[in-house]
């Protein structure tokens, strides 16, 4: 509205003009060079201002013809541009589909047609690693880092192609040139902070971790920070002991439920005669997670104690968590130090029902010291061989009798401790039970055979009625082809039709025939 209302203004003071001009002739007289040129004002502004256009349209044409080369050459230029764009496109969507063809020849196409534009590097390394050039790769991922914009996605690229040849060296040194941008890509700190980890340079995988404090979340920045303290604090027990102690009780500040932390910080504040701050650790890390290292550390609070006084402690800690297994085998195993054998069983009797491998192993310890009866050892042995396992220090399949805080696969804070394989569960048997054999399969004896007396849930029972008919159980590995392999049994050209078990439908005129049959 604003606009017509403008255009209306302007063509109303435009014919107001000339009106005005037409109300008021007058005469313009030119006199130049001996010629004279009389004419009315009207025809001298229309004369004036058809030589102004005269005058934009040749220096128009002008300009024209002096900026063609440049036109033709941004012309050329444009289309190349769109040309290189469309096979960029087709190249990553060929990588995409797995195209490898189409993807290699999108690919020197964007490199003829795009030199150096990103994607068409992208698409060239992507087209070579699909094709396994890896030195294709390569010199496409460092053509990457020579540019600002590309480098950390050079430095990626060279990253994964040194993991794939298994040149951890050249791996390293992409991921810490990686990290030394700002922001530093969170693969590239998680990269560095293994290889240090890995080569236990504690100190450079905390700047490492420091590093990457931005991109981690709170809870697990401490606890990773914890771990990598007690591991520090572990190297430096036999050098620095001050520096030591210093470091794990940072780590049970961020971490009090880390019981190598926990049990360190007890030893190095009982060795420097801070008994109440370590027993308030101890006490602490105990309620969180009950541990024997936990226990052990308690037990040996102050130097010089008497095996009874050591009993008196453990059985304090004991109390603060009730019905636990760690405090019932602390305080049976202090007990035994202390030949108390009988405050020794009632600690472990609520376990005996079930025990689990210390257990029993504990009480044939306890046999042997209190009887020396060799039978009840051997028993207790033997169920200790059949008991249910305890937990330990795993990581990654790997079971270690104490704790390190890098797995054996490299990953930081991986041991745990639990019952190694408890997470696999059974939910059905894998080998069917045959029933027990009725009165027709007992066979007689041949004459001079000796035959062993069957144990009696092996002999067939007599029953009033007749067994019923058990469901089969179907198997654990369903025999059937993959869809794309017939199997070598496979001998027809295509798989049988089963048999109907409903009759065709009829027409109606059939079913009416059926009436006079």
């Known amino acids: 509205m604003i606009r017509v209302v403008t255009f209306l203004l302007a063509a109303t003071v435009l014919a107001g003009g000339v009106v005005w001009f037409a109300d008021r002739p007058g005469d313009v007289a030119i006199t130049w060079m001996g010629y004279r040129v009389e004419t009315s004002v009207m025809v001298a502004a229309f004369a004036l201002l058809a030589l102004v256009v005269a005058l934009m349209l040749l220096w128009a044409i002008v300009r024209g013809i002096v900026r063609s080369p440049e036109q033709v050459s941004l012309f050329f230029r444009h289309r190349r541009a769109v040309k290189g764009y469309l096979a960029i496109t087709r190249g990553l969507i060929a990588v995409g589909t797995g195209d490898l063809r189409i993807a290699r020849k999108a690919a020197a196409d964007a490199a003829r047609l795009s030199p150096g534009d990103p994607l068409a590097l992208l698409l060239t390394a992507q087209s070579a690693q699909m094709a396994g050039d890896r030195a294709a790769a390569e010199q496409a991922f460092r053509a990457m880092t020579k540019r600002d914009d590309t480098k950390l996605l050079g430095l990626r690229g060279l990253y994964i192609e040194a993991q794939r040849r298994d040149d951890q060296q050249a791996a390293r040194q992409a991921a810490e040139e990686a990290g030394k941008v700002r922001p530093a890509p969170a693969w590239a700190g998680q990269a560095v902070l293994d290889y240090r980890c890995a080569a236990a340079d504690w100190a450079g995988a905390l700047d490492a971790l420091d590093h990457m404090k931005g991109a981690l979340e709170k809870a697990p920045y401490r606890r990773q920070r914890a771990v990598l303290l007690t591991a520090r604090a572990l190297a430096l027990q036999e050098i620095d002991r001050d520096a030591s102690r210093a470091a794990v009780l940072e780590a049970v500040k961020l971490a009090p439920d880390l019981v190598p932390a926990a049990a360190l910080a007890g030893r ?43 009993l008196a402690r453990v059985q304090k800690l004991a109390g603060l968590m009730p019905g636990q297994l760690e405090g019932a085998l602390a305080v049976a195993h202090a007990a035994l130090d202390t030949r108390e054998f009988t405050a020794a069983r009632v600690a472990l009797a609520p376990y005996l029902s079930a025990p689990t491998r210390r257990v029993a192993t504990v009480m044939a310890e306890i046999e042997e010291a209190e009887h020396g009866d060799e039978g009840r050892v051997r028993e207790w042995m033997a169920r200790a061989m059949r008991a249910s ?35 696999i569960g059974v939910t059905r048997p894998v080998i069917e039970m045959a029933p027990p ?40 590995i369903p025999l059937v082809h993959a869809p794309d392999d017939p199997g070598p049994d496979s001998i027809l050209e295509s798989d049988p039709v089963p048999e109907p078990t409903t009759p065709p439908p009829q027409a109606p005129w059939q079913r009416f025939m059926q009436l006079f049959r």
């Not at 009950?290 to 226990?295: G, K, L, M, R, S």
């Not at 399949?397 to 041991?415: C, H, I």
């Not at 004896?445 to 089969?472: F, H, I, L, Y």
């Open 437 to 476: 054999p009725g009165p027709a399969d007992v066979s007689m004896p041949k004459p001079g055979q000796v035959t062993a007396p069957k144990p009696p849930s092996a002999r067939p029972r007599k029953t009033a009625k007749p067994a019923a008919k058990t469901k089969p159980v179907e198997p654990v």
């Open 389 to 423: 396992g305890d937990p330990v220090w795993t990581a990654d399949g790997s079971v270690s009798d104490r704790w390190m805080p890098v797995s054996p696969n490299g990953r930081l804070d991986g041991f745990a401790w639990k019952v190694p394989l408890a997470e």
């Open 268 to 310: 190095r504040l009982a060795e420097a005669g801070e008994q109440r701050k370590a027993r308030k650790i101890l006490e602490k890390a105990w309620t969180i997670n009950p541990h024997p290292d936990v226990a052990e550390a308690y037990a040996n609070l102050r130097f010089g104690d008497s095996a009874r006084e050591r």
